[in-house]
C-alpha cells in the first residue's frame, strides 16, 4: 500500500491573523471608505458616476431610474450591496451636503429635514455639470483604467477631475482605525488658491488661507473660531465651532421671536430632531423662557421659529440655546484621503500641490492626445493635398488595379505589377509614388466631391491650421509655464460656471454661561421603594389621593431651585439639582435614581432637600460604633458627591439624623443604639460631640468581640416607643448610661 504524503505548510496562527487584518484593513481603507487626493472620490461614487456615464445620462438626456444605475453600478463594478450604492448616488445629489452636487436627481431624494429618499424604482437620476468637470476626458486616455472584480469590464482607478472635487465639496467616510472628515469649500475661493499655488509654488498656509479663509458649507450660518484655521490649514486637523443663523423679530403680546434662517452644516439632513430636541426643551421646562416653538421652513428656506415670552433676556436664552442644542455644534475636520494606495493627512497646501501635480499629469497626457492626433491627421491631409496634384494619375492606378490591395500598394510603394495604364508615362509617374499608409487608405477613401475647389480649399486651411495646432501643442508641452496658463484658463472658466457668494460668515465668539431663568415653584419629589423618582408641582400633588401616596416612603417638599440630597453607607453626600429631576404625573414610573446622580451599588440612607439639610443637624451613627453631630452647613457645595464623614476600613454609617435646632437646645433628647447580639444603650444626646464632616467621630458604645452597631435613632424622653425592623419597641426599657459604655440585654419588646 502507497503511503500518501501531505506538504503541510507550518504558520504562527497569531502572526497569520495580523497579516490577514492588516490586509483586511488596508482593503476598506483604499478600496471602500476613503476617498482619494485627486479626484476626491471614495470607489462607490467614482463608479456610480462612471456607470452613468456609460450609460449616456448627461446633462442634456433624460433622466433614466435610479434602480438602473444601482443596478449596472452593482452588477458591473461595485458587488457590495444595492443599499449602500443608493445611499451614495442620494448623497450625491444633496445641495445642502455639496458645493456642487455630482448628480441631478428627479423625485424624492430626501431633504434637509431629515426625510429618507424614496426607494430607487421611483427616483431618477443624470449627471450634473459638475460631474462632467470630473469625467469629460475619460475618452482622452488620461488616466489608467483596470480590470473589474470579475474581469470582465474595465474601470478608471481615478477620474481625470479638472476642478479640487476632494477641497470644494468635501467627504466623510469611517475606515477600520482611522476616519476622514472633510468639509466642503467655496468654488471659487478654491479655484484661486490653486491658481495662486501655481503662480508661486513656495506661497505659504498662511498667503493660501488669503483665498481660502475657512470652509463654506452650504447651510450658511456661522463660523464663530475664525483664529482656529490656521491650526486647521496648517496640520490638516482641527475643531470648527459653526452657529446657526438668528434674528429677532417682534411677535404678539409683547413677546419677540428668535427666527433660525440658517443652520450648522452638522444639522443638515436632519432638521427635524433639531426642531424636535427645542420642543422637548421648552416642555420639560429646561428654558423657561421659551413660550412657543414652530417650523415654518418652506421651499423659500428655513425658518425656525422660537417664541420667547415677555420680558425675557434674550441674549441670555441664546446662551443657553447654544450650549444646549446643535443651534451650536463642533465639525471635527480631518483631512485624510488615499495618496499612492496609502492613507495621509494632508495640510491645505499639501492637498493643493497633489491636486496641481494631478492636473499638470492630466493636461501633459491631453495635450500629447492632441499633438498625436493633429500630427496623425496633418499625415492625412498632406496626402490628400499631394493627391489632388495628381488626381488623373490615381484615377488611372484605380481603374487599372484588379483589386484594392493593388492600388494601394502602388500608392505607397509605386509598385505597377500587373497595372494597366494608358501611356508609358503615367507607369513611369507611377513608379515614384509614396504615400504613407495611412495616406493611401485616406486616399482610397477619398469621396470624388473632395475634388471641388471649395473643398481643396479646406484642405489647405486644415492643413496650415493642423500645423500651427502642433506648433502650440509643441510649446505647451516644453514649458511648464505654458502648460500652467492652459490650466489655469480653464480653471478660470470653472469659476465662472460653479462661482457662488460665500454662505458661511466668519467671526470670533466667546461663549457665555447661561444664567437661567427660573420661576421659583413648589414642587414634590417622589421616590418609591425600588428608587424610581419623579417631581410633580404642588398644584397636582394636593390632587393626588393618600391611597397612591402610600406607595412611595419618600416624599421630600422644596423649590425647584433647590437640590435634593443623598447620603448613602458608603459615607458620601449626592446633591441632585431639582431642575435635573424629571417632572412628570402620579401615573408615571419615573427614572431610578441611581441613573440620575450616579449613586451606583451605594445604600441610600436618607434623602433631603439642601434648604431642609442646611439649617439642620444631623446625627452619624457608623457600623464600628462612632458617633457624631455635624451642622448641614457643612455640607454647602457646587460639587455633586463629596465625602459626607470619614470612615475607617470596614467601617460603615448605618443611619443620618436630621435633627432641628429646637431638637438641640431642649436637652431632652435621647440617643438608641442597637447592636446585632441584641445590646442596647441609651445616653443624652447632649453627650455627643459637635464635629467637622470630615472627623470621624467619637465613641458612642463599647462593642463586644464580634459585635457591631445596627440601629441608630434619638427619641424624646417621653416617647414611649420607637420603630425598628416595622415593630415597635419600648423606650422606656433602654436605660440611660453614659455615652461610650457597653450595651445591656434588655427586652424591649
Not at 471659487?188 to 498656509?205: L, S
Not at 514649458?479 to 489655469?488: A, G, S, T
Amino acid at each position: 500500500m502507497e503511503t500518501l504524503t501531505e506538504n503541510i505548510i507550518q504558520l504562527d496562527f497569531s502572526e497569520e491573523m495580523k497579516n490577514s487584518y492588516r490586509d483586511y484593513a488596508m482593503s476598506v481603507i483604499v478600496a471602500r471608505a476613503l476617498p482619494d487626493v485627486r479626484d476626491g472620490l471614495k470607489p462607490v461614487q467614482r463608479r456610480i458616476l462612471y456607470a452613468m456615464k456609460e450609460l449616456s445620462l448627461s446633462p442634456d438626456k433624460p433622466h433614466r431610474k435610479s434602480a438602473r444605475i444601482v443596478g449596472d453600478t452593482m452588477g458591473k463594478y461595485h458587488p457590495h450591496g444595492d443599499s449602500s450604492i443608493y445611499e451614495a448616488l442620494v448623497h450625491m445629489t444633496e445641495d445642502y451636503s455639496l458645493a456642487i452636487p455630482l448628480v441631478d436627481g428627479h423625485g424624492n431624494f430626501g431633504s434637509i429635514d431629515g426625510d429618507g429618499a424614496a426607494a430607487m424604482r421611483y427616483t431618477e437620476a443624470r449627471l450634473s455639470p459638475g460631474a462632467m468637470t470630473l469625467l469629460d476626458h475619460l475618452e482622452k486616455d488620461l488616466v489608467d483604467f483596470l480590470p473589474n472584480f470579475d474581469e470582465s469590464e474595465k474601470e478608471p482607478s481615478v477620474l481625470p477631475a479638472m476642478i479640487p472635487n476632494l477641497l470644494i465639496n468635501g467627504t466623510t467616510g469611517i475606515a477600520v482605525g482611522m476616519a476622514t472628515n472633510i468639509p466642503p469649500h467655496n468654488p471659487g475661493e478654491v479655484i484661486d488658491g490653486v491658481i495662486a499655488y501655481m503662480d508661486n509654488p513656495d506661497i505659504t498656509t498662511e498667503g493660501l488661507m488669503e483665498y481660502i479663509p475657512a470652509p463654506d458649507f452650504p447651510t450658511g450660518g456661522f463660523i464663530v473660531n475664525q483664529d482656529n484655521m490656521p491650526v486647521l490649514y496648517g496640520t490638516g486637523e482641527g475643531k470648527i465651532k459653526i452657529r446657526a443663523k438668528t434674528d429677532i423679530e417682534p411677535s404678539d403680546n409683547g413677546r419677540k421671536n428668535i427666527v433660525v434662517t440658517e443652520i450648522p452644516y452638522t444639522v443638515a439632513g436632519n432638521k427635524t430632531k433639531l426642531v424636535e430636541s427645542l420642543v422637548l426643551l421648552m416642555k420639560d421646562k429646561v428654558f423657561d423662557e421659551i413660550y412657543d416653538v414652530r417650523d415654518e421652513s418652506s421651499k423659500e428656506g428655513i425658518r425656525i421659529v422660537i417664541e420667547v415670552k415677555k420680558d425675557r433676556d434674550i441674549d441670555n436664552l441664546m446662551n443657553g440655546l447654544y450650549k444646549k442644542t446643535p443651534l451650536e455644534d463642533t465639525y471635527s475636520a480631518n483631512f485624510l484621503a488615499v495618496n499612492k494606495q496609502q492613507p495621509e493627512v494632508f495640510p491645505l497646501r499639501k492637498l493643493i500641490k497633489e491636486f496641481v501635480s494631478f492636473q499638470e499629469e492630466l493636461y501633459t497626457k491631453e495635450y500629447k492626445h492632441l499633438l498625436k492626433k493633429a500630427t496623425d491627421r496633418l499625415e492625412i491631409v498632406d496626402g490628400l493635398i499631394r493627391a489632388t496634384d495628381v488626381i488623373d494619375l490615381i484615377i488611372e492606378i484605380l481603374r487599372g488595379s484588379s483589386s484594392l490591395k493593388q492600388a494601394k500598394a502602388c500608392l505607397i510603394h509605386g509598385d505597377i505589377t500587373e497595372i494597366h495604364f494608358k501611356s508609358e508615362e503615367s507607369k513611369k509617374q507611377a513608379t515614384s509614388l509614396d504615400f504613407t499608409e495611412r495616406q493611401a487608405e485616406a486616399i482610397l477613401a477619398m469621396p470624388l466631391s473632395r475634388l471641388i475647389g471649395l473643398e481643396i480649399l479646406k484642405l489647405h486651411n486644415e492643413n496650415e491650421e493642423l500645423k500651427n495646432n502642433i506648433k502650440e501643442y509643441g510649446k505647451i508641452l516644453g514649458n511648464m509655464k505654458e502648460l500652467h496658463k492652459v490650466i489655469k484658463k480653464r480653471l478660470k472658466e470653472y469659476k465662472k460656471l460653479f462661482n457662488a457668494p460665500r454662505r458661511t460668515r466668519l467671526t470670533n465668539v466667546v461663549n457665555k454661561d447661561y444664567v437661567e431663568e427660573v420661576k421659583v415653584e413648589d414642587i414634590y419629589v417622589l421616590i418609591d421603594r425600588f428608587g424610581y423618582t419623579k417631581s410633580i408641582d404642588s398644584a397636582s400633588f394636593t390632587r393626588v389621593s393618600k391611597e397612591n401616596l402610600k406607595e412611595y416612603p419618600h416624599i421630600i417638599s422644596m423649590k425647584n431651585t433647590d437640590k435634593l440630597c443623598l447620603f448613602t453607607a458608603q459615607g458620601n453626600l449626592y446633591q441632585l439639582k431639582a431642575t435635573n429631576i424629571p417632572k412628570g404625573k402620579i401615573k408615571d414610573k419615573g427614572t431610578l435614581i441611581h441613573n440620575l446622580c450616579k449613586v451606583g451599588k451605594e445604600d441610600i440612607l436618607i434623602y433631603s432637600s439642601f434648604e431642609s439639610l442646611f439649617e439642620a443637624q444631623l446625627l452619624f451613627t457608623t457600623k464600628a460604633g462612632y458617633i457624631k453631630l455635624v451642622s448641614g452647613a457643612e455640607f454647602e457645595t457646587n460639587r455633586s458627591v463629596i465625602n459626607s464623614t470619614k470612615l475607617t476600613p470596614g467601617d460603615e454609617v448605618i443611619s443620618v439624623v436630621m435633627l432641628s435646632a429646637h431638637d438641640i437646645l431642649a436637652n431632652h433628647m435621647k440617643v438608641i443604639l442597637l447592636t446585632k447580639k441584641g445590646l442596647s444603650l441609651g445616653f443624652p444626646l447632649e453627650e455627643v460631640s459637635e464635629l467637622k464632616k470630615a472627623s470621624r467621630g467619637v465613641k458612642g458604645i463599647t462593642l463586644e468581640k464580634d459585635d457591631f452597631l445596627t440601629f441608630a435613632t434619638v427619641v424624646d424622653l417621653d416617647e414611649k416607643t420607637f420603630t425598628f425592623e416595622g415593630k415597635e419597641l419600648n423606650a422606656k426599657k433602654v436605660r440611660n448610661r453614659k455615652r461610650g459604655a457597653k450595651g445591656q440585654n434588655a427586652q424591649l419588646k
